[in-house]
């Protein structure tokens, strides 16, 4: 009879005790002894925001798989409160207070860990929001807090300030970079940002900070880099994490730049016998190839039942990842997948806004699409998506299609379903595709509101709208055509010579129409605004006319 495998876990939350678990439905007679060093075993990170918000009525309902739990059902001996000091790979064992655990294989879950800016530090009133003790010092903060800081405009930070919202509070958030989540999109950040503004969330941007104000030994205040101090009297610090990974690196294990570990398919790290999972790993992105470390609760529980199955002998294989994020930001909600847009490298891009069901029912709401895709193939390499209603569906739709290598062509034929209380006939991912392909088959040209706005002195600007859209908010500079006097006399635009049509519309519809138009009729040069003034004003930029 072979000998009883023994596989160590090390960490707990949520990648440990996922991967424990299918260890277990890999190997029956294994022994399976999982490591955790703090009090909790197994619970929803995801869920913490929520259960801020009040949405979750107890903490202990993030909490409700103890030891017992899987010592009953899946026969893993749990030991809670255990610090693991170092991994010797070639011995195979862990050292946990002193002494020497042997292991056949192990699987390692240290997660992440809070990045506190300088100048900040966990203390009385300063709480980084990880886990459920920091659940906790927040929660017992709030009963007294008025006024709740959140450090980090990234999606922990987004999530953050959301619940305070929803809760009541009255919060700040504060982020160093222009913008909150400066990585995206600028539209989807913009979006994000208004989102919080209309919850009550007054968000600071462009300023670092620089320390906390404290009398008696209360937080009063949290000081900026720019000389601004900031009321508050509790601070939650989300402004990046780490991958906790100094144990593998002292074990030899190569990781990347960032701490991320590097794992293959199966979840394998570069020592022998030591698999990884969870929010520490870097696999495999579908769009670039390379290594992508994206510390996700899906990506964490997807490696977790692989490192889980290929620890206890099983097949199973960790495909890519594509970083897909869903956040709410008070009504508003903002989704991304693909590559960063600074990582589309030449690609072209796609603005379009439809609504999320047949406009003819109430509720119809606006669906804003970006997608960025490769010129040569038409692959889909990206996407940002943002509104009220159905962008999850849209975003979902749009990681499948970019896992699959689909074309913006595949995508504009896509058969998605269709009901006019949930979508329309032509759904707004369709309509994205059908416009990028149409761009990509050279019938039509595009120019994006950076660029119209980079390029305003080479360029006419043609509105196509309604006096009345006209005068609700327009480009400096545009002047009112029609489709029906372009048709009839295009000689009437009296472009100056030199400069390119440019036709502006309220959501690029007319304008790609009115590029066919006058393409037709002498004008090869003529583009469009790339989701007419919807994007424009997604972007920021300038318009003259009345206050929205």
Known sequence: ????????????????????????????????????????????VAGLAC??????????????RKAAYFRDLYDVEVRTGVEVTRIDPRRRTVTAGGRAIPFDALIFAGGVGTVFPAGLAEGPGV????????????????????RPAVVGGGPFGIEAADALARRGASAVLVERAPRLLPSWARAAA???????????????????????????????????????????????????????????????????PSGAVRVDDRCRTSLPGVFACGTCIAPLHAVSGRPAWLPQAAIADR???????????????LGTVLGTVLLRAGAATVARTGVLPVEAHGALVTRVHGPSRDPFLPGAEPIHLVIRHDPRSGRLLAADAWGVAGVDKRIDVLATAMAGGLSVEDLARLDLGYSPPFATARDPVNVAGAVAAA?????????????????????????????????EARIAGSRPVTLAALRADPGS??????????????????????????RARGFPRAAFLAGGIASWRAEGLPVEGRKP
Do not use: W
Request: aromatic share 2%; proline share 3%; glycine share 12%.
């Open 1 to 44: 009879m072979a000998s009883r495998r023994t596989i160590v876990v090390l960490g707990g939350a949520l990648a440990g005790p996922a991967a424990a678990a299918r260890a277990r439905e890999t190997d029956e007679r294994a022994r399976i002894l999982l490591l955790e060093r703090a009090g909790s075993v197994s619970y929803a």
């Open 51 to 64: 259960r801020l918000s009040g949405e979750v009525a107890s903490a202990a309902d993030l909490d409700s």
């Open 127 to 146: 709480h980084a929001f990880r886990n459920l003790a920091d659940l906790h010092a927040v929660e017992a903060g709030l009963r007294t807090a008025r």
């Open 190 to 256: 913009a979006a994000a940002e208004r989102g919080l503004r209309a919850a009550g969330v007054e968000v600071l941007t462009g300023a670092g900070v620089a320390g906390v104000e404290r009398r008696k030994g209360h937080v009063e205040s949290l000081l900026l880099d720019d000389g601004r101090r900031v009321p508050c009297d509790l601070v939650i610090v989300t402004a990046g994490v780490a991958p906790r990974t100094a144990l593998l690196a002292a074990a030899g294990a190569r990781l990347l």
């Open 303 to 317: 490696s977790a039942q692989v490192a889980g199955s290929a620890a206890a002998g099983g097949g199973e294989r």
């Open 439 to 471: 761009v990509r088959a050279g019938l039509a040209s595009s120019l994006s509101p950076a660029e119209v706005n980079a390029r305003s002195g080479s360029l006419a600007l043609y509105d196509l709208r309604t006096p009345a859209e006209r005068r």
């Open 493 to 518: 635009l009296g472009v100056p010579r030199g400069r390119i049509p440019v036709f502006v519309s309220r959501h690029g519809k007319r304008g790609y129409l009115a590029v066919r138009i006058a």
